[in-house]
């Protein structure tokens, strides 16, 4: 693959499923991990951040606990999915 003066990337029609098969699990591990670990420290900030005003816990806290837990839901089974080679 060799680009040209526009930026274009060209791939050589010969190899496109040598370079479809390409293993990117590492990649794709990097990202869920990633993730996992901001979601986790957004969640953990806003009910420090709550406690310090002395605000009481509210439905939109209690509307992210489903929608965090269906995120790492999704993120754990990536990690699964992409362990295997």
Known sequence: MAP?????????EDNILETLA???GQVVQGVAITFIVLELIAYALRLVARRINRVP?????AL???SLLTNL???I????RSSIP
């Open 4 to 12: 040209n003066r526009n930026n274009v990337i060209f791939v050589d």
């Open 22 to 24: 390409e293993y990117r």
């Open 57 to 61: 816990f509210g439905w939109d806290d």
């Open 64 to 66: 992210m606990i489903p």
């Open 73 to 75: 839901g999704i993120c």
């Open 77 to 80: 089974a990536v990690l699964c």
